[in-house]
């Protein structure tokens, strides 16, 4: 039972989407422009830096803080954190309020590695920043973010429980971002240097797409 309201919790925190907030504030939904995707990242393109560091803050400070919640409530499963963690990145990308469809969830697992480690996330974060920006793609930071971690959190823990939940997640983010890597190949997908030559980069984007 504990397993299961953990988790619950965890889903229910994801399900609460600051992109999809945001927008309907402004009139729109997120998920109508853009690349549909309900997240930071999206936000970012289509209603500017502040907007997407507000919803990347929030994503992070909810899974974050989901996590430390659960590792309290439920002292009796050695896993909680990342059970809870793991939960709200698939309520952030499968919310049941949004039929399912959300975002990407990298917000959210930085959220749930700050909560299990912050030196951990602090070391993540550089090497990720150093090959995110090598290779201009922030899509490549939740694929080998995740797979990361993952391995990480097995060998220094030894907790096959929570490895087998995280694997899950990899799997799933990996599965999501499979569209990113299309794009990559045909050379549609935005760079990271989207942020500083907006117009540059969607002519690039259309020149490829003709």
């Not at 549609?188 to 490829?208: G, N, P, Q, V, Y």
Request: with cysteine; hydrophobic share 50%.
């Amino acid at each position: 039972m504990q397993l299961v309201l953990c988790s619950v919790m965890g889903y229910l925190f994801g399900n609460i989407n600051a992109a999809y907030i945001i927008s309907k504030l402004r009139g729109f939904d997120i998920r109508d422009r853009g690349s549909g995707n309900a997240g930071a990242s999206n936000v970012t393109m289509v209603m500017g830096k502040k907007a997407g560091l507000v919803t990347a803050l929030f994503d992070i400070f909810k899974a974050a803080f989901a996590s430390i919640i659960a590792f309290y409530l439920f002292p009796t499963i050695r896993f909680s954190k990342i059970l809870c963690g793991s939960a709200c990145i698939l309520g952030h990308i499968f919310p049941i309020f949004m039929n399912f469809h959300g975002g990407k969830g990298l917000a959210c697992l930085a959220g749930m590695i700050i909560s299990f480690d912050p030196m951990l996330f602090l070391l993540l974060l550089i090497f990720e920043m150093v090959l995110g920006f090598g290779l201009d793609y922030i899509c490549v930071v939740p694929i080998t973010g995740s797979l990361l971690f993952t391995g990480i959190y097995s060998l220094t823990t030894g907790d096959p429980g929570g490895t087998m939940i995280l694997a899950v997640v990899s799997m799933v983010i990996l599965y999501k971002h499979i569209e990113n890597l299309h794009r990559i190949q045909d050379g549609t997908e935005a760079h990271i240097s989207f942020l500083w030559k907006k117009d540059k980069e969607i002519e690039r984007i259309k020149e490829h797409e003709h």
